[in-house]
């Protein structure tokens, strides 16, 4: 199994990023995907989720209205559209990936996203 996250980098406040994350080694198709964040000296938090067909997505209070997550089977891949960014996202992102509730959760390896006010 293998997630491959790109798209970080630095952005002013009130601006955009979009992350991808792309995976192999496993059937993408049928696992839900998360995006997970991690600032300095914080827990790492759940971002957003989404089902493995797409039709169901989550997101944490903070990004509602602001992230939205997507996914695109036929290219494993994984996204995260980031608007109106706040210095508050500023975090390393990473993306997970995980079967069923009853299963362990892949991780890759992170990208970092700073904002600047």
């Known amino acids: 199994v293998q997630l491959v996250e790109s798209g970080g980098g630095l952005v002013q406040s009130g601006g955009s990023l979009r992350l991808s994350c792309a995976a192999s080694?496993?059937?993408?198709?049928?696992?839900?995907m998360s995006w997970y964040r991690q600032a300095p000296g914080k827990e790492r938090e759940l971002v957003a989720g989404i089902g493995s067909v797409g039709g169901s997505k989550n997101y944490a209070d903070s990004v509602k209205g602001r992230f939205t997550i997507s996914r695109d089977n036929a290219k494993n891949t994984v996204y995260l559209q980031m608007d109106s960014l706040k210095p508050e996202d500023t975090a390393v992102y990473y993306c997970s990936a995980r079967r069923s509730v009853m299963s362990r959760s892949y991780w890759g390896q992170g990208t970092q996203v700073t904002v600047s006010s």
């Open positions: 080694g496993f059937t993408f198709s049928s696992y839900a």
